[in-house]
């Protein structure tokens, strides 16, 4: 089995050593791998915190995790977006929960810790006699990086990793006309999937799957007409209607003709899927809980007019579908008869590159 996913996927046996992958199927199981992904890759990889009209007025604040580091994002009273690790140097504790809106200050509630929206220590009680020559200039929130990309703020754990526009490597090129638009966020819904995040990512840039795990909730499109490219570590796709003249006018008016009446699936590598039609624009992201267990954060951004509650339908059909497989993988992954037999030459290409981009974030 150690041969065929050598084969398959590109891990020599040494490779997986340096994980902690006793097995090909500890790939998707074992914490030790879990642990190094964590550690090497999503603590300096970009994920979404909030739309951006959820930040548009000074003091707005949202939360996040992240890598398994939680994080704030504040726009500060001159308008700017900062973002931080969500943790009081004084004990540990985390500053600010979910979203909302500040005055001059984060105040930590274990102590009244105060911190500007700056991110400097400016208030600590009792400071002339518990804490006698403190200097409040080495105490400020530890620092991680935002941006924001066509109505979404972004995080990233890390202050000196990639810049946003460098990780999008082009897929913000490929997606600024379609998301040019009057796009607002519509509808988000959380769900937990019982398998590994990369058994997610693998399904939604896999192609072959098309045909038969979507056999009736995708059977509207023309899988054979499928455009795929590799953008850095990233993926854009897009496949039209079979019949695209029958299909109803698509509510994003501003779309060439080219653009309507086709679905798009891309990722922002590692873990941030993006699904494109005429109707909507969604985002979900593979956020690990544990080697069996991911978080999936559903954001849909459509016009103001939009069915939400329709939209969603919609998405979930086809993604449940992922889901139910995904979670029958993880379950093959723990058999001691796992392996990864030979993949299909182009419709599951980009799985072997995800794996090619992963190594070289995780391995040395």
Not at 134 to 157: F, I, M, S, T
Not at 176 to 197: I, M, Q, T
Not at 272 to 285: E, G, H, I, R
């Amino acid at each position: 089995m150690t041969a065929l996913l050598t084969d398959a996927l590109g891990y020599s046996e040494q490779e997986r050593d340096q994980l902690g992958a006793a097995s090909p199927g500890a790939l998707y199981t074992a914490d030790s791998v879990l642990e190094r992904e964590r550690s090497r890759l999503f603590s300096r990889s970009w994920s979404i915190v909030a739309p951006s009209e959820e930040l548009a007025d000074p003091g707005s604040y949202a939360t996040t995790v992240s890598g398994g580091a939680p994080l704030l994002v504040v726009r500060d009273l001159e308008g700017t977006l900062r973002a931080f690790h969500n943790v009081c140097r004084h004990r540990g504790i985390t500053l600010l929960e979910g979203s909302g809106s500040l005055g001059r200050y984060m105040t930590c509630p274990y102590h009244q810790w105060s911190y500007s929206l700056e991110g400097e220590l400016a208030r600590v009680p009792q400071q002339d006699d518990q804490f006698p020559g403190l200097a409040p200039c080495g105490l400020g929130l530890h620092r991680a990086q935002v941006d924001e990309w066509r109505g979404l703020v972004l995080v990233n754990p890390a202050a000196e990793s990639l810049a946003l526009r460098d990780a999008l490597a082009g897929l913000d090129a490929r997606l600024d006309h379609f998301l040019s638009g009057p796009l607002r966020e519509v509808a988000k819904v959380e769900y937990e999937a019982a398998c590994n995040w990369k058994l997610l990512v693998e399904n939604h840039i896999d192609v072959y799957h098309l045909w038969y795990l979507h056999a009736r909730s995708l059977a509207g499109y023309e899988h054979r007409s499928f455009a795929w490219e590799s953008l850095g570590d990233n993926w854009w796709s897009t496949e039209p209607l079979k019949d695209p003249a029958s299909a109803e006018g698509g509510a994003f008016a501003w779309l060439d003709e080219h653009e309507r009446h086709r679905i798009g699936a891309h990722l922002l590598f590692p873990n941030l899927m993006l699904v494109t039609t005429d109707q909507y624009f969604a985002t979900y992201d593979a956020n690990p809980l544990s080697p069996g267990r991911t978080r999936l954060t559903l954001r849909v951004r459509a016009t103001g007019n939009a069915d939400a509650a329709g939209l969603v339908r919609s998405i979930s059909a086809f993604m449940s579908e992922d889901v139910q497989a995904c979670e029958r993988l993880q379950i093959g992954a723990g058999s001691p008869h796992f392996g990864v037999g030979p993949t299909a030459r182009s419709h599951e290409e980009p799985i072997r590159r995800f794996h090619r981009s992963l190594r070289h974030w995780v391995l040395p």
